[in-house]
């Protein structure tokens, strides 16, 4: 059974501080990484996807993977209350068909 | 291009009752996937579809839930009986092909609560 865990929160963090997100991976095979981002009563949205060892980063985001402690975290700089949502993470192995961590809850506070 | 559509946004059944859900994929797009989303919990795979074929359905209760995508485009996800746990998101995505995941597109979902 492939497992992604994520901490479900809230992750709570002041308007302007760096929000740091992570996701553990049982699968050692997994080669696809991926950040989605849920508003309440959305559905997820794609916001970062990596695939090799390191850091990728689009703008305020960063995406961070480490496949030998099998690891992957998300960065976000400069957090607005906009960015207040869950988090999914999700990993994908040679299937190809993604397993979702169960989200963290992020809280923006002005 | 028009993103995934689905329909209805909001159903309300008893248990034991019937109900369809429908998906439209991304034009051109082979491979369509229906996801079940409990509250507080991650997407889980129920079906995933390329044309019209059946790709895996080993998450999919079979006893009450069925899918079909006849014509290889559109999508229709039935539970018969629903159960009071049945009540979930149900979101649809597409991919242009199997193979290689580069992150889903997913349509607005179809929030289903039984009582």
């Known amino acids: 059974q492939k497992e992604v865990e994520q901490n479900s929160g809230p992750l709570s963090v002041p308007e302007g501080a760096i929000a740091s997100l992570n996701c553990t991976y049982s699968d050692r095979g997994s080669q696809s990484f991926f950040w989605y981002r849920q508003y309440s009563g959305k559905s997820p949205e794609l916001i970062m996807s990596i695939y090799s060892n390191g850091d990728k980063e689009d703008g305020r985001f960063t995406a961070q993977l480490n496949k030998a402690s099998q690891y992957v975290s998300l960065l976000i700089r400069d957090s607005q209350p906009s960015d207040s949502a869950t988090y999914l993470c999700?990993?994908?192995?040679?299937?190809?068909?993604?397993?979702f961590g169960r989200g963290t809850s992020l809280i923006v506070h002005p | 291009e028009a993103g995934v559509a689905q329909s209805p946004r909001y159903k309300i059944i008893e248990k034991r009752q019937s109900v369809a859900f429908w998906c439209n994929p991304i034009s051109g797009h082979a491979t369509l996937y229906w996801y079940q989303q409990i509250l507080g919990q991650g997407p889980k795979l129920l079906i995933q579809?390329?044309?019209?074929?059946?790709?895996?359905d080993s998450q999919l209760p079979k006893d009450r839930f069925s899918a079909e995508r006849l014509k290889g485009v559109d999508s229709t996800l039935k539970i018969q009986p629903a159960k009071l746990e049945d009540s979930a998101v149900y979101l649809c995505a597409s991919s242009l092909r199997e193979g290689v995941h580069y992150g889903y597109t997913f349509g607005s979902g179809t929030r289903l609560t039984v009582v």
């Open positions: 579809f390329q044309n019209n074929g059946v790709v895996d």
């Open positions: 999700a990993v994908a192995g040679g299937s190809y068909i993604p397993t």
